[in-house]
């Protein structure tokens, strides 16, 4: 497990945002030796520098506060997280509603610096705190006959203007493959810069799938569904030819307007200019879940 990077953190343990970068730099040096951190190509190791927690948390994608990047960062503080909830249904042995911290209490807190690649063509890196959601699975028990997750996002009309103007159908919803869903990169993150999640980013709890373009990260999930047939996901819906279901990051396959080669890293200095576009965003680990598959047919 080259990329796990176990640390139950607890509040005491934060870290100030000004030392996160020497803690970093330790995981880089372990992933170096091969004693942790994230195995990847040599010249996407460098372009790991995490984006600074202004960008990350001002530069958002949640239209059900706005369709504007800043309009998240503007919105979302009203977004009521309070006694959050959890719903976990349909093929498991253990469904209910859960207190957030009865569904993740006691499950590994790690950290993942990911690369985020967002269909639109921009990028950021992101120091995400979260749990693997196979942990979550295991614990609520997946039954045999399921093959796909769905997620939904909390729909809260008087506290998300996009949901009053209806500038999508809401909830969100998205969904994984089983497998996919098992990966061990596949998180769900409670924090990044070692902060509880901002509103902006998907409080209290949000999925993070790296090798997907963001879409698929759905935010503040109120429901884990375990189901036999491939779930109805919110873009896929609006735009079949558009927004495949599985949305992997790949170089090769353009979205209908524009191409999806290159991508532009948010952020000044070095990393300013446009980058190559990296199939699975990079995490090459991946590739054997799509073996077989056509991925111009399957995008
Ligand atoms: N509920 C919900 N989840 C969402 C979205 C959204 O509009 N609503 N936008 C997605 C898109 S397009 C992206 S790129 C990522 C952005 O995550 P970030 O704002 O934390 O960078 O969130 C994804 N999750
Ligand atoms: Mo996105």
Redesign the pocket.
Known sequence: MAYRCTNNLTRADATPRGLFLNRRQIMAGAGALGLGGLARPVGAQEALEPNSYEE?TT??????FGTGKAD?AKNAEALDTTDWQVTVDGLVDNPGTYPLAELIGGLAVEDRIYR?R???AWS?V?PWQGIELKDILDRAGVQSNARYVAFE?AVQPENMP?VRRGV?DF??V?GLRLDEAMHPLTIMATG?YDEPMPK???API??VVPWK????????IVRISLVEEEPVT??NSLAPSEYGFYANVNPTVDHPRWSQATERRIGGGLFSSRQDTLMYNGYDEVASLYEGMDLKAQF
Do not use: A, D, H
């Open positions: 990350i530069y958002n994608n949640y239209y059900e998240p985020l967002c269909v639109e950021m992101v996002t996009g999508l909830p969100y998205e990044l902006q980013n998907g949000r999925l373009y963001g879409f698929k990260s759905i935010k503040s919110t873009w």
